[in-house]
């Protein structure tokens, strides 16, 4: 079993920044890609993020770019995601997910396998 818990949401005004971070503990395994994804209230859980764990590459949505930086460490199985110059639009549940599958995208739910619980970021104007 594979438990992912994330860390860092909470209230922050425009213009802010926070990380989230995620940490995956359980069943001893490498995933192949680490991911955010948000879904803000009334609307699609929609991909911000991902990151390869074993090159490091990075995509990031196009609404997002630049804005976002998604980093992981692998010794300790976390991933996080930094997130600058905050927009009431950010306001949504980010969930941490992993993918243990061998792929060469990871833009979609179903390119994850293991998912968080969770963590709300709302901001304030």
């Known amino acids: 079993q594979v438990q992912l818990e994330e860390s860092g949401g909470g209230l922050v005004q425009v213009g802010g920044s926070l990380r989230l971070s995620c940490a995956v503990s359980?069943?001893?395994?490498?995933?192949?890609?680490m991911g955010w994804f948000r879904q803000a209230p009334g609307k699609e859980r929609e991909f911000p993020t991902t990151i390869r764990c074993s090159s490091g590459s990075t995509s990031y949505a196009g609404s997002v770019k630049g804005r976002f930086t998604i980093s992981r460490d692998n010794d300790t199985n976390t991933v996080h995601l930094h997130i600058w110059s905050l927009r009431p639009e950010d306001t949504a549940v980010y969930y941490c997910?992993?993918?243990?599958?061998?792929?060469?995208?990871?833009?979609?739910?179903?390119?994850?396998?293991?998912w968080g619980q969770g963590t709300q970021v709302t901001v304030s104007s």
């Open positions: 997910a992993v993918s243990s599958y061998d792929r060469t995208t990871y833009y979609l739910r179903d390119h994850y396998d293991y």
């Open positions: 359980g069943r001893t395994f490498t995933p192949y890609a």
